[in-house]
């Protein structure tokens, strides 16, 4: 296997929206369900393709949740999410059966990104709390509406962005932020593999349910499914939203139908002449899944995707400087081993107490996080408002790319 497909096997559920998108009637009037400190969270999934089921059973191995049902109308991926579940947990094929659960206090949707719209806003008028995969939209429209459809209701809404509850980008962030690394001038991110990303099918009338992110009508491809993450962590530790993107991209190696590009490449403009470069590409896998944070005293090297590793270069021209003024304190006692080492051009590693060690951990993290906004009544970090804003910035790079024209921010999506 890949390491596409051994760490993060991407969903394969089809649409499960078929059908009238209105919840019955005895559905609108429901207030949440009140969950104390010491309740167990009630969670349904819905879609539970490869991601889905493995998300299905972390959630059923994370403290204080319970898996109460999931949903597919693929048999095969229903019965992988109910075999990691809850043993007494309940299976539907269509997710609005699921939304009537009284006893269901949240959802996951876990579907392909062009169900997502539809589903959230059924999940909101079941008064569910939602926990939805990236990228919240498939376009623009869908991202503002539903943005709008979240303020107004008091449902608890977390984005699955993970890596903003690992500690180590905590800290990257927090080190980047208090200047430790200079004027930050210079962003890149990876995420490169070697596959085709397709499933061989045994039936090939189910092609674009199974294979459905090589198809535009059902996915943004590469951006969405895999660069998102670092647009999200960009914009995250800039606290600030792109301005500008130009991007080029296509399908130069995998000539077999698909629709979504192989290959892109796009450079974001943020405030202050911030650049931010983004690579994701399927037909070789060098550098993997990193990110670089370029600043005039030093960078800070993010990468390992199963357990994020972190390291900190001093710019050569300011070693001496840094070292004197010990401006630098991402190992906090700046040992004689680590002088030798900035002199020398080897990197520093960042270090955090109680670190994710995998995806399982920094998936759980992000739901043990959830968990706890729905109990005491917080915003999760990973929230609409960040989620709206990576679903547009997508969708600009995408559109760029199909362009080959600029697009830039417009004052109507917020800031």
């Not at 649409?15 to 349904?44: E, F, R, W």
């Not at 949707?109 to 498939?138: E, G, R, V």
Request: proline share 3%.
């Amino acid at each position: 296997m890949t390491p596409l497909y051994s760490r993060r096997k991407f969903i394969r559920t089809g649409a499960a929206a078929l059908g009238s998108l209105a919840l019955s009637a005895q559905l609108k009037g429901q207030d949440h369900k009140t969950v104390s400190a010491n309740d167990t969270l009630n969670i349904g999934v819905i879609g539970t393709g490869d991601r889905g089921a493995y998300e299905a059973w972390i959630l059923h191995n994370t403290p204080g949740i319970r898996v109460t049902a999931c949903c597919d109308i693929l048999p095969d991926h229903l019965r992988a999410g109910l075999e990691g579940s809850n043993p007494a947990a309940k299976g539907y094929r269509d997710y609005r059966d699921l939304l009537g659960q009284k006893e269901l206090d949240a959802v996951l949707i876990c579907t392909p990104q062009h169900l997502h719209y539809a589903m959230a806003l059924d999940a909101l008028d079941a008064h569910k709390h939602i926990i939805c995969q990236k990228t919240l939209t498939l376009n623009t429209r869908d991202a503002l509406a539903l943005s709008t459809a979240v303020k107004n209701h008091s449902t608890v809404f977390q984005v699955a962005y993970q890596w903003q509850s690992i500690p180590l980008f905590a800290r990257v962030r927090e080190m980047i932020r208090a200047g430790k690394i200079g004027q930050l001038t210079q962003v890149r991110g990876t995420y490169n593999f070697h596959t085709n990303w397709r499933e061989e099918l045994s039936d090939p009338g189910l092609e674009r349910i199974v294979n459905w992110r090589m198809y535009r009508e059902y996915s943004g491809g590469l951006m969405a499914e895999l660069l998102s993450h670092q647009i999200n962590i960009t914009n995250w530790v800039l606290g600030a939203l792109p301005e500008r993107v130009i991007g080029s991209g296509g399908i130069n190696f995998y000539r077999d139908g698909r629709e979504t590009y192989d290959n892109v490449n796009v450079i974001f403009d943020y405030p202050g002449g911030v650049k931010a470069s983004f690579q994701s590409m399927l037909s070789n896998a060098y550098e993997d899944v990193k990110m670089i944070f370029m600043g005039s005293e030093g960078t800070i090297v993010v990468k390992n995707q199963e357990g994020q590793e972190a390291f900190f270069f001093a710019e050569p021209v300011r070693v001496a400087e840094v070292l004197e003024k010990e401006k630098i304190d991402s190992v906090d006692a700046i040992s004689s081993a680590s002088r030798r080492a900035w002199a020398s051009g080897e990197g520093i590693p960042i270090t955090v107490e109680k670190n994710t060690g995998d995806d399982v951990e920094a998936t759980r993290a992000m739901f043990l996080e959830f968990a706890d906004c729905v109990r005491n009544g917080k915003t999760p970090r990973s929230n609409i408002d960040n989620g709206c804003q990576v679903a547009i910035a997508v969708d600009m790079a995408n559109q760029a790319m199909r362009s080959g024209l600029p697009e830039t921010w417009k004052p109507e999506y917020g800031s």
